[in-house]
């Protein structure tokens, strides 16, 4: 939207006037700056800040932004730099906004079951607050150290989502700070609302371009008395996807259905040095289910060890222990690193309708053959969320954005779009235009301009240009 | 925004050309157009359209929006007309622009556990289609004679809602018109998304003035095997609402949670001539439960029965067969007419975090008291949406204005808001400034110029200038 050469750099003046915002120990300007440079993006995209600054709440934040906005000087909030996307980077210069000192939950609502905290506590810390007041927070998306702050801005997704939704069904509003510096509050502690437009749920995933966020309200539920893992394997990934829908349509809502093929578990296995059962067959679900008493799971199981024996399942495994369990989720959260290990080249995070997940990784398949590049499939059969991750050296590099280019095809002419919860970032704005028309691009433009007439807050991000 | 001035009328030409957008038969100049003059606002609100036009399908509602956006002629979307606001009146004139030809359900796909259909798709013919194949469709605001589509432009709430949540919840995708005739797409059949700006969720709610919904895509479910209610007496409000954080913190999630007061039983029996049960008491709880067998309800109202008579309950009443079931909830579907038979003034659906329901309506009997007018109160314990109804004459009708913002003053000051599920439309615009700061108005404003720049959809709504 705008270009690099818009944009002012930060001179002595302004850093001496952010500084007296924040206070001098809170505004680096040289060592600790190269901290800010990267988030977890597997292209190790980086972007160096002109200055970091930590403000301590939402009124230094709108003295920030209101100097940035009058400056023109580029201002990137960032939460614990977990993204995948490059997205907290400044990668047009100027100001690294650091959410790191906004860390108080601030209320546990036992009453009205709301939590209320700053955007920079950890979704750990948060969680943990909750569980201790009795309560339950369902919000998993594998990285428990990101920031609330910056779970909603990616509105991040995970493996509880079947059941309890991604991070936007989970909050009820927020406290924000426009690039005017006029502060704002949305939503509440309420469930229903037709007060106007819904500014909460345009905020939620907007990857800090509309408006910094200060603090966040979410939902929160009684914790689930009894959780336990089916894990099941199958000759195809055709017949895995298949028991889906069956589950589902027996009125069986799992908290999570994630399938993974064989590859990835030996890979796992490998990685970790510790051994995961019922190897040897193509493609797996785990379902992860929730239940009032171990005896209603047992009920659940045979339910659902009926219907995918029927579909196709080639055997049924119950983990007998807590450290079976334990586990089996264990693998789950290591693919990541475990892709990292085997060369990872790229995080795609596509979705498609989970009808057509089979379908999808099937072309994937012959994508990836087709460009000489390995990519391992997983993801969240109950939602269409797909993780692929090309596997390679530096010399299939080149043709990683053709290769992605392609997949991204496939899924949205199967009916999907881009990503399902890592959001687009900087390293993945290119794809827009695939998933939306121009006129929708330049709809959810003039929405920028609303919330940031010039420009200031996250540029270079979600927007090819 | 604008003024009724800077529009313009619509001449002989322009309705010529409409005509040949829609068809001669499908434009209303003269006769007729009187049936497009009110919705259900209890203020009996009027406002004649100067034409009412019936397009077919989204290209046509696209070649209406450029002509009028080019000619600076207000547009009024208009669903059903079931609105409780005035929100589908052309109140600066224009064009009505009547979804009703958009009827047809275009697919349920099952899946996908996903059905789209056309914005003039009737909630109850929707519903009905879903569960002959199976699903299930669990949004139910009461009114089933509404449009899909209306029930998405003003985020439709109802009696279900602490389980299925509210429109906004269940809608995963819209097609929509834009006042330049642009048409385009959001969201798709899938659970999870982070690719740019939600629009799907900033449109739901929007109440027309953003963009013409002419699809909707909605998430389906299994349907409930089993539904029961449980009918509880209090000998106090406070007594009852304390009940719901006690239920829900033992993991019980009902449906529904309705609370009332006795009066209003009372003249609903003698509105339907229907005896309710367990007169006598102070306040009402109204369970909906849903389980998987019978059995399974049973251990359920045994553990609900527990926690109320523990925490005060008179009582607990489960209606023992069908017609008994109906009964109950007809009763409380039949609140409405009542209250238009006993002299209803106004319907407010303000929103109050549910631990302060029982305060809430302690002060709106106080308000009532110093206005002299009597205020029936019921709605929705489970999510905080408190339905109140001042009953009079003529004679009350100039004090409403302050009596609604007496009323609106004490929802805010206990952390709610103006409305939960009925919108504000025309006839409650005019106090979205006591629940949004001058800056999130004029925010939203910036929102709103983004979608149509020339304020001819839907103007004179939400906004009080």
């Known amino acids: 939207m705008n270009n690099p050469s818009s944009y002012n750099k930060l001179t002595p003046d302004l850093i001496a006037r952010l500084a007296e915002i924040v206070g001098p120990k809170n505004i680096l300007v040289d060592e600790g700056k190269e901290n800010y440079a990267r988030d977890e993006s597997p292209l190790a995209t980086t972007a160096?800040?002109?200055?970091?600054?930590?403000?301590?709440?939402?009124r230094q934040i709108a003295a920030v932004l209101k100097l940035a906005d009058r400056n023109l000087i580029p201002v990137t909030p960032r939460g614990a730099g977990t993204g995948l996307t490059a997205g907290s980077l400044p990668v047009l210069g100027g100001i690294t906004l650091s959410l790191e000192r906004l860390n108080k939950i601030l209320e546990i609502d036992l009453a009205n079951f709301s939590a209320t905290a700053e955007a920079g506590v950890t979704l750990n810390d948060l969680c943990q607050a909750i569980e201790e007041k009795g309560l339950y927070f369902p919000l998993y998306p594998g990285e428990k150290s990101a920031f609330i702050g910056g779970n909603a801005a990616t509105?991040?997704?995970?493996?509880?989502?079947?059941?309890?939704?991604?991070?936007?069904?989970?909050?009820?509003?927020?406290?924000?700070?426009?690039?005017?510096?006029?502060?704002?509050?949305?939503?509440?502690?309420?469930?229903?609302?037709?007060?106007?437009?819904?500014?909460?749920?345009?905020?939620?995933?907007?990857?800090?371009?509309?408006?910094?966020?200060?603090?966040?309200?979410?939902?929160?539920i009684s914790p689930p008395p009894?959780?336990?893992?089916?894990?099941?394997?199958?000759?195809?990934?055709?017949?895995?996807i298949g028991c889906v829908p069956a589950i589902l349509r027996e009125g069986i809502l799992p908290v999570g259905i994630e399938f993974m093929e064989?590859?990835?578990?030996?890979?796992?296995?490998?990685?970790?040095?510790?051994?995961?059962?019922?190897l040897g067959y193509c493609a797996y679900l785990m379902l992860i289910l929730e239940s009032e008493s171990y005896d209603d799971f047992c009920k659940l199981a045979e339910r659902i060890s009926g219907i995918c024996l029927k579909l196709g399942a080639a055997d049924i495994f119950v983990p007998n222990s807590e450290s079976a369990k334990r586990n089996l989720l264990e693998a789950r959260e290591k693919f990541q690193p475990t892709f990292k290990h085997n060369g990872m080249l790229e995080t795609i995070d596509a979705v498609v309708p989970r009808s057509r997940i089979a379908d999808f990784v099937q072309k994937v398949k012959e994508i990836g053959q087709k460009y000489g590049i390995r990519i391992m499939a997983s993801g969240h059969a109950?939602?269409?969320?797909?993780?692929?991750?090309?596997?390679?050296?530096?010399?299939?590099?080149?043709?990683?954005?053709?290769?992605?280019?392609?997949?991204?095809?496939?899924?949205?002419?199967?009916?999907?779009?881009?990503s399902g919860e890592h959001g687009l970032g900087f390293d993945k704005k290119k794809y827009l235009p695939l998933a939306a028309s121009p006129e929708k691009i330049e709809l959810m433009k003039r929405i920028k301009r609303a919330f940031d007439p010039h420009n200031i807050l996250n540029p270079g991000k979600v927007f090819p240009d």
Chains 1, 2 share one sequence.
């Open 262 to 278: 064989e590859g990835i578990l030996r890979m796992v296995e490998q990685f970790t040095g510790k051994e995961i059962p019922m």
């Open 382 to 418: 109950g939602d269409g969320n797909v993780h692929l991750h090309p596997l390679g050296t530096e010399a299939n590099v080149p043709a990683l954005k053709d290769l992605l280019t392609d997949i991204y095809k496939a899924a949205i002419e199967m009916g999907g779009t881009l």
């Open 155 to 220: 509105n991040a997704g995970g493996m509880r989502a079947v059941k309890y939704g991604v991070t936007r069904n989970l909050v009820l509003g927020l406290e924000v700070v426009l690039p005017s510096g006029d502060i704002i509050r949305t939503g509440g502690k309420y469930f229903k609302c037709s007060t106007a437009y819904d500014l909460t749920q345009l905020i939620v995933g907007s990857e800090g371009t509309l408006a910094v966020i200060t603090e966040v309200t979410v939902k929160l």
């Open 48 to 58: 160096m800040p002109e200055a970091v600054v930590k403000p301590q709440d939402a």
């Open 226 to 240: 009894n959780r336990e893992i089916l894990f099941i394997p199958f000759n195809s990934l055709s017949e895995a």
